[in-house]
């Protein structure tokens, strides 16, 4: 188990200069992790009262933590190719096409560029700097029509940092998805339900949605699209979120479920878990936000 040191906590927010601090908001919580490894652990996170973003209070050694990450479990199976649909959905809608480029930064398992890839859109690219496969920097030394960062800004310290690698890999007039939790969407006084999205401890900052709009409009990006579904909520049968986090709520409730073979339990069997199955998605849950920012010319 890894220490977590006091002398190295997040008691101040990063994303706004007022007096905001761990010791003077009431709005915090203890969770434990969604991880099946460290289930047992928890981790306080807390809100910024001006900006609204969430914190993770303990900086700890997350390399220990990354080590069999769940998602380098992820298969080329049914659901990825239903999500990753959506995905494409989302990318056309803002001009992608067979001849743009693009980079899937932050990639994780590199397999929806597989995907893009036998579909024919041959301009697709990936880079992951915790990936072993793909942690070739070589994919930075150039720019690209679209650049994709789903699930990533979270992750880090500094979002204005990466936001501004972004916008260095993007070419003038390219587009930007950033797609991640967002904490305004998120209550902590009942952080148990939104266990998956504080996802600890490797969310360390939560960003709301006023910080990312900001973070991108003070750097001369504009707001082309603003989604506050996440894209793998769908109208296919089982493949929404209502019902993918009753079905995790019915077994141990860890992200290690969506990688797992199917479970089969009476508990998904009742009305209720039927009616979710096939109607969720007419039920969306809005605690996920996607940004499609557009670079001037």
């Known amino acids: 188990m890894s220490d977590k040191n006091p002398a190295t906590q997040r008691t101040e927010c990063n994303f706004c200069t007022t007096t905001s601090t761990f010791a003077s908001t009431r709005d915090r919580a203890e969770i434990n992790s969604n991880v099946r490894k460290f289930a047992d652990e928890r981790f306080m996170v807390w809100r910024c009262e001006t900006c609204r973003s969430i914190h993770s209070l303990d900086v700890v050694d997350l390399p220990y933590y990354y080590k069999d990450y769940p998602f380098q479990r992820q298969k080329a199976d049914a659901g990825l190719r239903i999500i990753s649909r959506n995905m494409l959905r989302r990318l056309r809608s803002s001009g992608f096409s067979e001849q743009s480029s693009l980079l899937d930064f932050g990639c994780g398992s590199g397999l929806f560029v597989e995907w893009l890839r036998r579909r024919g859109y041959g301009e697709s690219h990936r880079f992951d700097a915790y990936t072993e496969r793909f942690n070739d920097a070589s994919a ?99 493949a929404n979120v209502r019902f993918q986090l009753h079905y995790a709520r019915s077994l141990d409730n860890t ?17 209720k878990s039927l009616g979710l199955a096939f109607f969720g998605r007419f039920f969306p849950v809005k605690t996920e936000m996607t940004f499609v920012f557009r670079k001037a010319v």
């Open 255 to 271: 992200l290690d479920l969506a990688f797992d073979p199917p479970h089969v339990s009476w508990r998904l069997l009742t009305p």
């Open 140 to 238: 930075l030394d150039r720019t690209y029509d679209f650049v994709m960062a789903q699930d990533v800004v979270e992750h880090v310290e500094d979002a204005g940092e990466l936001l501004d690698q972004l916008i260095g890999l993007t070419t003038p007039g390219g587009a930007i998805l950033i797609g991640t939790p967002n904490a305004e969407a998120i209550d902590l006084r009942n952080a148990e339900a939104h266990r998956h999205s504080l996802h600890q401890p490797y969310h360390l900052h939560v960003l709301s949605e006023r910080v990312l709009r900001e973070l991108g409009t003070s750097r001369g990006l504009r707001v082309e699209r603003f989604y506050e579904v996440y894209y793998t909520d769908t109208f296919i049968p089982f």
